[in-house]
């Protein structure tokens, strides 16, 4: 599972907190906070979650929360991936952008 955070004109904006959470993992990752995916990305807010080698059926919940508050509310609604269990389905990518 990955992804990246942009505003409106496709601008990275790193710092935003992305939860991560299903198939037995409930993590919060940083986008932007690993150079290594950034550089794969392509973007200085990208982040990653990793799940495993092997693929297998899963669902996957995804949602935005805010930096700047100290109580990190979320920012955007739950994204609900569906993973099919195969190679070629294996990577969700979930790209958030900032609409105000």
């Not at 037995?24 to 990752?29: C, H, I, N, R, Y």
């Not at 092997?54 to 609900?80: A, C, T």
Request: with cysteine.
């Amino acid at each position: 599972m990955a992804g990246e955070v942009q505003d409106l004109d496709g601008n990275p904006l790193p710092g935003y907190l992305v939860h991560v959470w299903g198939a037995g993992v409930d993590e919060v990752v940083v986008a932007g906070n690993n150079q290594r995916f950034n550089t794969i990305y392509g973007s200085e807010a990208a982040w990653e979650q990793y799940f495993g080698p092997n693929p297998k059926p899963m669902e996957v919940r995804v949602q935005l929360h805010d930096p700047y508050r100290d109580d990190h509310l979320p920012i955007s609604q739950e994204i609900v991936i569906d993973f099919p269990g195969y190679c070629g389905g294996a990577l969700g990518y979930v790209v958030f952008t900032k609409n105000h």
